[in-house]
């Protein structure tokens, strides 16, 4: 089950530039140098990752598909694991997307993947885009549960500067209690004038209990089907705003 999670995440990562002529999306490549702090120490981690994002037209409705391979090297080791998610979402008014999603996180590890589902919508102005979601999260690897709640906005200083700020709020069941947690994330990403290429930048800080995970992250981006807020507007960029990341602590 997880070779054939992994292998989706895969064609949907690799096979979205076919879809160019048809739909809205990109692939990139970012890396991430989370730092966690361990009994007063910070432990750093090198993160790679290769992802995809395509949005199709469905009649009235749009199928958004995520797809990420991750190379991890920390704490001595290093490992290759893959998400993935899929998206229904309509236009209900001139300005306002709504829908749900389902998406699994840790595929091809040697734990049970991560599964999330939940319901998102966005608000587009002239400007900016306004995202908010509602999700729950089973992580059977650490037997917890996560209900989270979160929001982004993003704002184009330029057509071609784009933004964000994020925060979410979770609340983590754990066998032995629960605890709350927040992860706030900003970014910023800018597209070369006359070309389909971006560069990008982040940052996130999620605040578990006693444990704090700090993540920095570059990448380098290709759009194909339209630029940065034609992606926002055709639902290409869910599922990969700040308010997502705190799955990426399990």
Known sequence: MKTILLATAAAALFAAPAFAQDAIGSVGVTYSNPS??????DVDADVWTVDGSVALPAQDWTVTLNGAIDYTKAFGEEDVTGAAAAHLTKMW????????FVAANGI????????TVGAEAQKYLSNATLTGQIAYTTADNVD?????????????????????????YNNVDFSGGDTDAWTYGVGAEYEFENTPFSLGAAYTRADIDSLDVDTWSVGLRYSFGGGLQARDRAGANLGVSAISSVLSVF
């Open 144 to 168: 917890a549960d996560i209900w989270t709640v979160g929001a982004d906005a993003a704002f184009y200083v330029m057509p071609n500067l784009r933004l964000n700020a994020g925060v979410a």
């Open 36 to 41: 966690i702090e361990v009994a007063g120490d």
């Open 108 to 115: 091809g590890s040697g734990n049970e993947p991560i599964w």
């Open 93 to 100: 008014s001139s300005d306002v997307r709504a829908g749900a």
